[in-house]
């Protein structure tokens, strides 16, 4: 498949007993290089590579913006986001479930990011393992979508612990869903209170990637990150 | 937590040399013992226990039915699946994101099959890591709900390669979510249509385990394999 847009490369999983060191090492080369790196975590579908071709293209006059896409196999997303105008790379993980520090380093050495504000690492849709694995993010932002259920919390807690926002997609079929958003908030906070490294109450915000309601609070949480960086 | 209805253990993943040896030898326990087994795999929040609770209130005057539980953590599930009528045990992962031909063993042991006709385990919700081990099922079932999209086969390849039926789950919500069955056939044909162990076409059954909409085609189905064992 020819392809001039972006670059795909192959990065292999390894448990690494380093992998906290990795991690730092990534934010501190990203603080030098003034990027702010976000870790992009959700299940199959939810909805990542839509909510991201949304952000790039309300975003790309403000910042010049990178993505790097995770996957098992497929370049599909890839395409739907170097259209959208961002500058991406499309990261095959050879089978494993999620990325790692060093694999992140990885893609952004491959992908270049001099002069890129924002970068996201759109991570493999699973809610187990990438929520195991600090790739050096600054912030871990989850994707829930309201067919999923308000119950995932209960199944998946190390994923609700270690975010930092909670973007609730498609939320214009809650009610379709029967989709409780007073009992999401209650799943979540009990996961939260078991753990003492979870940074007390998480942001939730509700949104639709397709029809853009709730949007403006994603853009402005945002906005108000990148300017700290 | 109080709990009568079923026991709870907890199993580790080691990433064994020999899962297939292990998986043959749990087929060929579970035919001794006339037992079909079905391993179901699917995303987070796709209707894995909808489904089952469903299947075993339409099937439970004909068979006697075995329902392993397995989640990384929780039990919301267990209990939803013994009210519903089955035999059931929770099966924590310890973390891993998918059950082995080992861990299936050892939860058939805890929860007694002696009797039973029928056992579903239900694998942690990933479309990634449940793919690669074969746990000495009969069938893999694997269910995709329809809001998490057409193109599902074309990043998940595995999964759609090595799965013996496709039910496609919350098929009520197709106009919302435009999902196009017929780009779904394609892609899951693409896809087996690249490796030499996919069985040819795998059968397709749209349906909803909330409104019980194409549920006969899935009972047909099981009826079918189950007196065949």
């Known amino acids: 498949m020819k392809n001039d847009e972006f670059k795909v490369i192959e990065v292999k999983s390894r448990i690494l007993e380093d992998n906290a060191g990795a991690a730092d090492a990534v934010r501190s080369r990203m603080r030098e290089k003034g990027v702010f790196l976000i870790n992009l975590m959700a299940s199959p579908g939810a ?25 098992v196999d497929s370049d599909v997303d890839a395409r739907t986001l170097a259209e959208a105008g961002a500058k991406v790379i499309q990261i095959h993980t050879g089978g494993s479930c999620h990325m790692d520090a060093a694999m992140t380093q990885k893609g952004l050495d491959e992908m270049g990011v001099d002069g890129l504000d924002l970068v ?6 699973n809610l187990v393992c990438p929520a195991e694995f600090d790739v050096g993010a600054n912030k871990r932002v989850m994707i829930l979508s309201v067919p999923e259920g308000d119950d995932k919390p209960l199944k998946y807690p190390l994923m609700f612990q270690v975010s930092d926002l909670l973007l609730v997609n498609k ?8 989709f409780d958003f007073e009992r999401l908030r209650e799943n979540v906070a009990g996961q939260r209170a078991k753990v003492s490294d979870a940074s007390g109450e998480m942001q939730i915000l509700p949104l639709s990637a397709k029809t853009g309601e709730g949007f403006e609070s994603w853009i402005r949480w945002l906005k108000t990150e990148v300017s700290a960086r």
Chains 1, 2 share one sequence.
């Open 47 to 71: 909805g990542k590579t839509t909510l991201l071709a949304r952000t790039v293209r309300e975003l790309k006059d403000t910042y010049r913006i990178g993505v790097m896409e995770a996957d």
């Open 120 to 125: 996201f690492l759109e991570n493999v849709g």
């Open 171 to 178: 939320a214009d079929t809650a009610a379709i869903f029967d």
